[in-house]
Nanobody, 123 residues
Framework: QVQLVESGGGTVQAGDSLRLSCVASGRSFDTSDMGWYRRAPGKGREFVARIKWTGTKTDYSDSVRGRFTISRDNAEPTVYLQMDDLKTEDTAVYYC????????????????WGQGTQVTVSS
């Protein structure tokens, strides 16, 4: 059974930092893109960041580029999202994702998904 388990969410103030983690199990993730999406209250799911299976290429949404950093440890396997200079508009449920097919872009959304972790940023 494939599982993606997120942790690290919480309530912080604007300007603070948080680090999300996602531990994956149930299959090999060595050739999977891994990354993060989020869903803010009343909005649709939004791509946040992804890291290729090689760990050498990353992509970010315009809204988080320069503030968030994604990384992965294939030995675990685990993917991380370091979130700095958080803003109130970052408030959302954050979902870990891993592409189901080898070498496929996470943004195609044929992914395994975690249950989500809440991040709340207050002003």
């Amino acid at each position: 059974q494939v599982q993606l388990v997120e942790s690290g969410g919480g309530t912080v103030q604007a300007g603070d930092s948080l680090r999300l983690s996602c531990v994956a199990s149930g299959r090999s993730f060595d050739t999977s893109d891994m990354g993060w999406y989020r869903r803010a209250p009343g909005k649709g799911r939004e791509f946040v960041a992804r890291i290729k299976w090689t760990g050498t290429k990353t992509d970010y949404s315009d809204s988080v580029r320069g503030r968030f950093t994604i990384s992965r440890d294939n030995a675990e396997p685990t993917v991380y999202l370091q979130m700095d200079d958080l803003k109130t508009e970052d408030t959302a449920v954050y979902y870990c994702a891993a592409s189901r097919r080898p070498y496929h872009d996470l943004r195609n959304e044929d992914n395994d998904w975690g249950q989500g972790t809440q991040v709340t940023v207050s002003s």
